[in-house]
Nanobody, 117 residues
Framework: VQLQAYGGGLVQSGGSLRLSCAAS????????MGWFRQIPEKEREFVAA????????YYADFVKGRFTISRDNAKNTVYLHMNSLISEDTAVYYC???????????WGQGTQVTVSS
């Protein structure tokens, strides 16, 4: 599976962004999808995940109520809708796919999100 994340950019605090991750190579709906983020000198952290058919979603506590993960299996794309952004959300965001709960086998290249205060 090849993953291409895009949609990052510079946004003011309180603003919104939508990240997209396009997948190719294998049957998209066979994979659970997740978003992670990383800032320099820190470990990559989980942000959100979605089940194969989109019926179940999971979020890190620090994004609950602000971020929404969704997917469009017809378009082989997963999204991360980010609202009420704060400076602490500044990071490189990665999408990932996997077949087992909590395990991700394929990673996209990352897209930078910068929130200015």
């Amino acid at each position: 599976v090849q993953l291409q994340a895009y949609g990052g950019g510079l946004v003011q605090s309180g603003g919104s962004l939508r990240l997209s991750c396009a997948a190719s190579g294998r049957t998209f709906n066979n994979y659970r999808m997740g978003w992670f983020r990383q800032i320099p000198e820190k470990e990559r952290e989980f942000v959100a995940a979605i089940s194969r058919n989109g019926a179940n979603t999971y979020y890190a506590d620090f994004v609950k109520g602000r971020f929404t993960i969704s997917r469009d299996n017809a378009k082989n794309t997963v999204y991360l809708h980010m609202n009420s952004l704060i400076s602490e959300d500044t990071a490189v965001y990665y999408c990932a796919s996997g077949t087992q709960v909590g395990s991700y086998d394929y990673w996209g290249q990352g897209t930078q999100v910068t929130v200015s205060s």
